[in-house]
């Protein structure tokens, strides 16, 4: 069995500009899965950089209020919505609460650094 606490996963900025703790990722941990699964937040006001994934992803809102962008698509999220993203999609995501904007992050296959493309402006 293991038990992963958010706490004791270190926090960084992410390539994308949100505040990301990866909780699980078989690249990094003696476990079996097929996913990653990360924590990410947003402050109040802020967007995250426009990128891709090779592989598709799911967000599922914690908490918060916001605007999800899937290539020219945009709709609002908020708490207990979950977001598909399929493979290659150009994607952001902005906080338009006055709160953290609060999301779980599932990458399938699991994500890696070279599965992600940042979109410079």
């Given at each position: 069995m293991e038990?992963?606490?958010l706490n004791d996963c270190r926090r960084f900025t992410a390539g994308d500009g949100s505040v990301l703790r990866e909780i699980l990722n078989p690249?990094?941990?003696s476990i079996r899965t097929g996913y990653s699964l990360a924590w990410a937040r947003v402050k109040p006001g802020r967007e995250t950089i426009p990128h891709t994934?090779?592989?598709s992803e799911v967000y599922f809102i914690l908490k918060g209020r916001g605007?999800?962008?899937i290539n020219n698509r945009v709709k609002k999220v908020?708490?207990?919505d979950s977001v598909?993203?399929?493979p290659r999609a150009v994607q952001s995501i902005k906080n338009t609460g006055r709160s953290d904007l609060?999301?779980?992050c599932i990458v399938s296959p699991a994500w890696e650094p070279s599965c992600?493309?940042?979109i410079k402006p």
């Open positions: 038990i992963i606490s690249r990094k941990q994934l090779k592989y605007r999800m962008r908020c708490g207990r598909y993203i399929p609060e999301f779980l992600e493309k940042i």
